[in-house]
């Protein structure tokens, strides 16, 4: 059972546009919701993340907007660039005691 | 600084052999996580090694075994391997186990079962 659900699963973006990947849970103790970006060949790293008693957090061009009610959150990728285009996974935990991952969105940013 | 390593970062066995995979968590980091991540899909949590004590296991079978040393690092062990045990076993280390930020990733070591 996904515990974490991730939509879409690909996405092709203009360069300069916006970027936006969706995510689901069910279990409301999950208390935290990284993102992660992950490039070939290398294991994913931390872009961005949220606990549920905010709704929005931005750093930079990445904002996260999560809605508590809905069990839902989402990755929002401001004036996307060539670099950007890599997999990116929500994720979710208790804790930190494991990680769970949705099934992630290749994204193309074209120049 | 150096991050988290994993050796060796490519391996191919053949089914029903043995495989270790070693892990070097971040200097000060005491918390190890493995995951698996078969490709097309997100990470899947195998184990969490906190202070050389197992904290947490996926819904793994008992072919999967870790421990972690005095030192902080890790090794994964897998037996009896099956194709359906080809991936890339990523390695998590955080300063400490059961808080939710801190988690680096290494790049992991790609597994190929054949």
Same mark, same amino acid.
């Given at each position: 059972?996904? =515990?974490?659900?991730?939509?879409? =699963? ?15 849970? &069910? ?23 949220? %606990?549920?008693?905010?709704? &929005?957090?931005? &750093?930079? %061009? ?18 996307? =660039? ?15 005691? =494991? ?13 | ?6 050796? #060796? ?7 029903? !052999? ?25 990470? !899947? ?24 040393? #005095? ?44």
């Amino acid at each position: 059972q996904q =515990q974490v659900k991730q939509s879409p =699963q690909s996405l092709i973006v203009q360069k300069g546009g916006i970027s936006i990947i969706n995510c689901a849970y &069910e279990n409301t103790a999950f208390d935290y919701f990284p993102w992660y970006q992950q490039f070939p060949g290398k294991g994913p790293a931390l872009l961005i993340a949220i %606990r549920p008693d905010v709704s &929005e957090k931005k &750093e930079g %061009r990445f904002t996260i907007s999560f809605n508590k009610s809905a069990k839902q959150f989402s990755l929002h990728i401001m004036d996307s =660039q060539p670099g950007d285009s890599a997999t990116y996974f929500c994720a979710a935990s208790i804790t930190g005691n =494991q990680f769970y991952f949705g099934t992630g969105t290749s994204l193309t940013v074209i120049p | 600084d150096a991050g988290v390593t994993q050796s #060796p970062t490519h391996l191919i066995k053949t089914r029903g !052999q043995h495989v270790t995979l070693r892990c070097s968590p971040i200097s000060g980091h005491k918390s190890v996580s493995w995951y698996q991540q078969v490709l097309g899909q997100g990470p !899947q949590f195998i184990f969490q090694y906190y202070e050389k004590e197992e904290r947490g296991r996926g819904n793994f079978p008992d072919r999967f075994s870790a421990r972690q040393f #005095p030192n902080y690092s890790s090794e994964l062990n897998v037996n009896a391997l099956l194709l359906g045990d080809s991936a890339l076993y990523l390695c998590a280390s955080a300063a400490f186990a059961g808080q939710n930020y801190g988690y680096t990733f290494g790049s992991g070591t790609r597994l190929t079962v054949v």
